[in-house]
């Protein structure tokens, strides 16, 4: 709950409507079969991949794969074991585009550095799907391209920020931004925001 979020860390009550408005946005993307995209460098980039950990299995909830489903799949596929179908999870579907290195890495050396994220949003991502942009200082240029071309095609665009929120506060539909003005403190206010996002998310539909 907000309430638990805001009593464990005070600081964030300046920003408690935009981490609601951010749940929902993810929310209402995947109850309309959309997906999740995540930008971010350093710090931030490992944040992405730690999202799509909390999200694409369970988090603080067991996610089991139902009956119906199970019987669904093995008729598709008889050599399906069942012990199989046991230990799966349900996800939801998040991509972090900082872990796509081959691409990102031709792409920077054949066409342009600062557009890796924006070339990915491009061919994954489609309207009603969300782009989590991280930046704690709101001026990655990587990632601010990568908001520019998500809003460019349908997409939401969620940005966690620090500082004044920089260039992703104009570039987003939700900007969060964590009242810290050094990096570090920015990214100890990222974690228990976007725990506390993937976890109302994950109860919302496995609840």
């Given amino acids: 709950m907000i309430k638990e979020l805001i009593k464990r860390y005070p600081a964030l009550d300046s920003c408690k409507a935009e981490i609601e408005a951010a749940r929902d946005a993810l929310i209402e993307c995947y109850e309309n079969g959309g997906k999740l995209l995540l930008a971010g460098n350093g710090g931030s980039s490992a944040d992405c991949d730690h999202i799509v950990g909390e999200l694409m299995k369970g988090f603080l909830l067991k996610r089991p794969i139902d009956e119906s489903r199970k019987e669904q799949m093995q008729k598709s596929s008889p050599a399906l074991d069942g012990a199989t179908l046991d230990s799966l999870q349900m996800g939801l579907p998040a991509i972090s585009l900082t872990s796509i290195s081959a691409l990102n890495t031709a792409f920077a050396n054949d066409v342009d550095l ?58 987003s539909d939700v900007c969060v931004i964590a009242p810290e003005c050094e990096t570090y403190k920015i990214q100890e206010l990222h974690l228990p925001i976007y725990h506390y996002i993937c976890a109302e998310v994950e109860k919302h539909f496995f609840g």
């Avoid at 799907?129 to 665009?157: F, H, Q």
């Fill in 114 to 171: 600062e557009l890796i994220y924006a070339q990915s949003v491009l061919a994954l991502g489609k309207a009603g799907d969300v782009l989590i942009a991280i930046s704690t200082s709101g001026n990655a240029k990587n990632v601010c391209e990568a908001a520019k071309v998500a809003r460019a095609i349908g997409m939401k665009v969620i940005a966690l920020t620090g500082r004044d929120g920089g260039k992703l506060k104009s570039l």
